[in-house]
Nanobody, 118 residues
């Protein structure tokens, strides 16, 4: 079992920045590709960014150049630095852990609200 605890969400004005953190416990962190997803009201959950244990990253086109995902394997933590935030970034952001070593499985965090509004 893996427990994921997100923090860092909140209310920010357009153009502002936030940094989300997700602390993982309960398993070997480097066995997991870590990701951030988001879900806005009335929309499907979508991938924002993910990062492998080797630090290869992948971003949604809507956030490329504005968001940066990083991980600290010593602290079992993944971060999402969000800059130049837009109202359309408003959503609940979820941390995701995808185990890439057998047995494969995945876990979700509880989510943290990000609201971008004047």
């Amino acid at each position: 079992q893996v427990q994921l605890v997100e923090s860092g969400g909140g209310l920010v004005q357009p153009g502002g920045s936030l940094r989300l953190s997700c602390a993982a416990s309960g398993s070997i962190f480097r066995f997991y590709t870590m990701g951030w997803y988001r879900q806005a009201p009335g929309k499907q959950r979508e991938l924002v960014a993910d990062i492998t244990s080797g630090d290869s990253t992948n971003y949604a086109s809507s956030v490329k150049g504005r968001f940066t995902i990083t991980r600290d394997n010593a602290k079992n933590t993944v971060y999402l630095q969000m800059n130049s935030l837009k109202p359309e970034d408003t959503a609940v952001y979820y941390c995701h852990a995808d185990r890439v070593v057998e047995p494969s499985t995945y876990y979700w965090g509880q989510g943290t609200q990000v609201t971008v509004s004047p």
